[in-house]
């Protein structure tokens, strides 16, 4: 009778326990839910110039000065009603934010005991855009990870990457590569649209060039080769005098074949982005085939072709692809 009266308490004192133990985790999850909610009315009825001066409560700069920030809770609460709610609230300060990103810059170390705001700000951008990364690495739950996306997808448009150290673009695209042949549809979208708004920067760096494989498209000049048509024109009219200012038509029929010599022998393979947009609409190896994919997804991939077309050099070698 003692050992079952014992046994019964242990139980009791068990569940007890672990029932204590939800009940507080659900209190807290509540509780940051509610937080996160007023975070994300906050930042989206007051003005931006306002919020902007509360930025620094909002995000960190490194992992040792801030551990509470918006970043660290998308890649650290264990809700993901949570973490869904905290990525709106960062989609939301960054919508119409690019003013004031503008400013920030982290290309080279200050050694200094004071940092200028445009600094801190950089750092600020490129811990937020390291959280993200590991959150795309870590999360587990479908709409989550589309939400990351779609954070990501709007903070490309805002930051000034040739103003920030280069790498930050190659952390997160690594994984937006695989994550384009997701098979869900929801999130596949939410990655080609990372990816289309890479490409349709206005500034792209050296690094966002090699990322997509688009070739550069500077031209050089072959001075051996101009010097040598100058010659040819002498012998042939050896009385009359040339003239040196070449006009621009004179200038293309020489240099063209330079333009061929200028785009790199790979350029004829085809770039991932290009093949994975091609294969979404049913060619695959140059052949016409039925697409078996959501129609979503071959709409997002002819936005994305769409956006490709403003780069000429990264298509001009598989047009016919592309026609059929």
Not at 5 to 23: A, C, G, K, P
Request: proline residues 4%; aromatic residues 6%.
């Amino acid at each position: 009778h003692a050992f079952a009266i014992y046994r019964t308490s242990d139980s009791d004192f068990s569940d007890n326990e672990h029932n204590r133990e939800m009940v507080n985790r659900n209190k807290q999850a509540k509780l940051r839910l509610a937080a996160l909610t007023l975070l994300l009315v906050i930042a989206t009825e007051v003005e931006k110039r306002l919020i902007f001066g509360y930025w620094h409560c909002l995000f960190a700069t490194d992992e040792s000065c801030q551990p509470i920030s918006l970043g660290n809770s998308v890649f650290r609460d264990s809700s993901p009603r949570c973490r869904i709610l905290s990525l709106q609230t960062i989609i939301q300060l960054l919508r119409n934010s690019k003013p004031f990103l503008i400013q920030a810059e982290n290309k080279d170390k200050v050694p200094s005991t004071f940092t200028p705001f445009s600094v801190t700000l950089g750092n600020m951008i490129a811990f937020t855009y390291d959280k993200l990364t590991q959150a795309l690495i870590k999360e587990g739950d479908l709409t989550v990870l589309a939400q990351i996306l779609k954070c990501i997808s709007i903070f490309i448009t805002v930051t000034p990457f040739h103003r920030l150290r280069s790498g930050i673009v190659s952390g997160f695209v690594k994984y937006v590569r695989l994550l384009v042949r997701h098979k869900d549809p929801t999130v596949k979208v939410a990655a080609l649209i990372v990816i289309k708004n890479l490409i349709s920067l206005p500034e792209m760096t050296s690094e966002i060039l090699e990322i997509v494989e688009i070739p550069k498209s500077k031209i050089e000049f072959d001075w051996r080769k101009i010097d040598e048509s100058l010659r040819m024109a002498q012998t042939r009219e050896e009385d009359e005098l040339i003239d040196l200012e070449f006009d621009d038509e004179e200038e293309d029929l020489l240099d063209e074949p330079n333009v061929e010599e200028a785009v790199s022998i790979n350029a004829k393979k085809m770039p991932w982005v290009l093949q994975n947009i091609l294969e979404n609409l049913g060619i695959h190896k140059g052949v016409l085939k039925l697409p078996s994919i959501a129609m979503s997804v071959r709409i997002e991939s002819l936005q994305v072709l769409a956006a490709m077309a403003t780069h000429y050099l990264l298509l001009k070698d598989h047009l016919l692809p592309i026609a059929t």
